[in-house]
């Protein structure tokens, strides 16, 4: 068994006024690292200049990454930082800007080529790193990967690096607020991806699934709320929580083929990324149930669920309907998926004919 | 909500010769830190210096510390690690070398009075430190703090700072295979006491008492061998799990009333740390019952228990006999007791009169 996960988790309302001195641990010049409106429209943008400011602490702001960031917006994030001489990064946002500010700390300090960005090598050396989500369902704010958009592969790929564990997560569920019932659906689905795909890893361990159980269990209790279009607070605090622990399950295990085949949908059908994962579930868990029954049984238990057929249904009572994917498309989203170290992080070994098939009765 | 837990661990049969990297990484020249004995007994010595030597490192041993651990030990210690110029510590044995272990690797980096020594300010740097435990029972290979004897102020008292973090912890469960049956039930209660002391503390927060829950409960299955005498290796390897479980635990949320009180009876009487901390534990949920019934009821719960009595039962099976402790003396523990910054930190406020009380009724 191994785990780590060395990220500073500091939750609740209130909660970056509340710890305003931590940002002044970190330096004295910040960057700002998030898309152009949603941190103004909920405030955290707000919050995080208020206790920056109540620091004396300058900052600067590169609010220019888009949903699904690119390589090309994390070099230019980076040279930001190098001329302004940013002593930290703070990334506010949903998984892309976060995972956007992770590889800007990191290009900050050392000149990593394009070609060698997803190597998995680099110098022991990077920005300290605090994250902000204002989504519940990533979980990058206490994960070490970085998801961006590679157009040379046609398909997101990772940064995976010990070394981009942000060193504080500030999870307050008030900027979750101001979400669309849309967006806090999908995302906590891709959340309940990442903690189902956890524990149908080969990594996965007993702190791992005990995370993940509890991740599970919680998103489940909201599935009601999520249906019904009207989420509490209490509820959006429950789910901002459970995506940190899907974020800490995963940074153990890594994920599955749900993943590895979603991202297709993303990059070429420009479907949610949650959104992908959840149309996918349904029969990937179907697939494994044939090898490991006693294991999805036990998925389905933590969701006071019995069969598969109940979770698919859940699934499109929640997700808005997609378009029909061509068998063409199929055969080359498939390749694609089978090329990803995904696939083969699976307890059970997905084959390409496998692969297919989910995508056949999925989309 | 604050969490941190930035120590990796790896856990594992062979687990260190499996990672003998892992070491490479800080240095090339380590100070082992352990006890005189136990370490060459159990095997955990050699596999740490074979793994050493597989990497082509240097290494010294300081094998001077003893149960419950004085500041002149660390001092002492601390010199030779300037010496000797080493890179990083690599505490082995139970909680006392590992404790000394951590005073040490910050003594080795800085000059700190032993009139400060306990303050909680320190410059920000360390050496590295691995942890070996070979007890399953303080937990201290993934805590913040290290307990030493003070005889200025008779009792134990704590370097606590997220600084003595170790870096890596490496379980591997065959050590404690030779511990006699005495030392595995009393590092097993005194693990169990972390778990229940943290879910009664002001600081309990969502992830700890999930740490904790899943910690009691390992434990409590574990009971009937260790009444039994007979401790299975896979159990050994839960208790180890479970102990580690509950050192995150209390890095969270400090331990309690029980910790404090216990203090007395190790420094004066000699009574083992766990040991001390299970003949309190009983009288003290007795205590914390009148004030919040449902939380006791739970955590009883978690060990197959309905009421507080069956717990006791199960301690003075467990747990050896002890000799009466004098009302003078009663007098004077609960004083010191009342000094610690462990009773404010209990959901329940306890009085002077209520921690005489629990040591009336106890011991």
Same mark, same amino acid.
């Given at each position: 068994?191994?785990?780590?996960?060395?990220?500073?988790?500091?939750?609740?309302?209130?909660?970056?006024?509340?710890?305003?001195?931590?940002?002044?641990?970190?330096?004295?010049?910040?960057? &700002?690292?998030?898309?152009?409106? $949603?941190?103004?429209?909920?405030?955290?943008?707000?919050?995080?200049?208020?206790?920056?400011?109540?620091?004396?602490?300058?900052?600067?702001?590169?609010?220019?990454?888009?949903?699904?960031?690119?390589?090309?917006?994390?070099?230019?994030?980076?040279? %930001?930082?190098?001329?302004?001489?940013?002593?930290?990064?703070?990334?506010?946002?949903?998984?892309?800007?976060?995972?956007?500010?992770?590889?800007?700390?990191?290009?900050?300090?050392?000149?990593?080529?394009?070609?060698?960005?997803?190597?998995?090598?680099?110098?022991?050396?990077?920005?300290?790193?605090?994250?902000?989500?204002?989504?519940?369902?990533?979980?990058?704010?206490?994960?070490?990967?970085?998801?961006?958009?590679?157009?040379?592969?046609?398909? =997101?790929?990772?940064?995976?690096?010990?070394?981009?564990?942000?060193?504080?997560?500030?999870?307050?569920?008030?900027?979750?607020?101001?979400?669309?019932?849309?967006?806090?659906?999908?995302?906590?689905?891709?959340?309940?991806?990442?903690?189902?795909?956890?524990?149908?890893?080969?990594?996965?361990?007993?702190?791992?699934?005990?995370?993940? =159980?509890?991740?599970?269990?919680?998103?489940?209790?909201?599935?009601?709320?999520?249906? $019904?279009?009207?989420?509490?607070?209490?509820?959006?605090?429950?789910? &901002?929580?459970?995506?940190?622990?899907?974020?800490?399950?995963?940074?153990?295990?890594?994920?599955?083929?749900?993943?590895?085949?979603?991202?297709?949908?993303?990059?070429?059908?420009?479907?949610?990324?949650?959104?992908?994962?959840? &149309?996918?579930?349904?029969?990937?868990?179907?697939?494994?149930?044939?090898?490991?029954?006693?294991?999805?049984?036990?998925?389905? $238990?933590?969701?006071?669920?019995?069969?598969?057929?109940?979770? +698919?249904?859940?699934?499109?009572?929640?997700?808005? =309907?997609?378009? =029909?994917?061509?068998?063409?498309?199929?055969? %080359?989203?498939? +390749?694609?998926?089978?090329?990803?170290?995904?696939?083969?992080?699976?307890?059970?070994?997905?084959?390409?004919?496998?692969?297919?098939?989910?995508?056949?009765?999925?989309?």
């Amino acid at each position: 068994m191994n785990f780590l996960m060395p990220t500073e988790i500091v939750m609740g309302r209130e909660c970056i006024r509340e710890n305003a001195s931590i940002f002044a641990r970190y330096g004295k010049k910040a960057m &700002l690292v998030t898309g152009e409106r $949603s941190a103004r429209q909920n405030g955290s943008q707000a919050d995080v200049i208020a206790a920056l400011e109540s620091q004396g602490m300058e900052y600067i702001v590169f609010d220019r990454i888009m949903a699904n960031p690119t390589v090309d917006i994390v070099y230019e994030g980076a040279i %930001q930082a190098r001329e302004n001489a940013v002593q930290f990064i703070i990334g506010i946002g949903g998984g892309s800007p976060m995972d956007a500010a992770k590889v800007i700390a990191l290009l900050a300090t050392q000149d990593i080529s394009r070609e060698n960005l997803f190597g998995g090598v680099y110098e022991n050396r990077i920005l300290p790193m605090i994250m902000v989500p204002t989504t519940a369902g990533s979980g990058s704010e206490v994960t070490k990967y970085a998801i961006l958009t590679n157009d040379v592969t046609q398909t =997101k790929i990772s940064v995976a690096t010990p070394l981009i564990f942000p060193n504080v997560a500030m999870l307050d569920a008030k900027y979750t607020e101001t979400l669309t019932i849309k967006t806090t659906v999908n995302t906590a689905i891709d959340a309940l991806s990442h903690s189902i795909e956890g524990m149908l890893s080969k990594r996965a361990n007993a702190i791992s699934n005990l995370l993940a =159980k509890e991740s599970i269990r919680i998103i489940a209790e909201c599935f009601k709320e999520l249906e $019904s279009g009207q989420v509490s607070n209490v509820s959006r605090e429950r789910l &901002l929580y459970a995506s940190s622990l899907g974020g800490m399950v995963i940074s153990q295990t890594g994920t599955v083929a749900v993943h590895a085949m979603g991202y297709s949908l993303t990059y070429f059908k420009n479907i949610d990324h949650g959104h992908a994962n959840g &149309l996918l579930m349904g029969e990937f868990l179907n697939y494994i149930k044939e090898f490991e029954p006693d294991l999805i049984a036990e998925i389905l $238990s933590f969701m006071n669920m019995n069969v598969i057929d109940e979770f +698919k249904e859940k699934m499109e009572t929640l997700l808005e =309907k997609t378009e =029909k994917i061509t068998g063409e498309e199929i055969e %080359q989203y498939s +390749k694609t998926a089978m090329k990803t170290g995904h696939i083969a992080n699976c307890i059970v070994t997905l084959d390409f004919e496998g692969v297919k098939r989910i995508y056949e009765k999925s989309v």
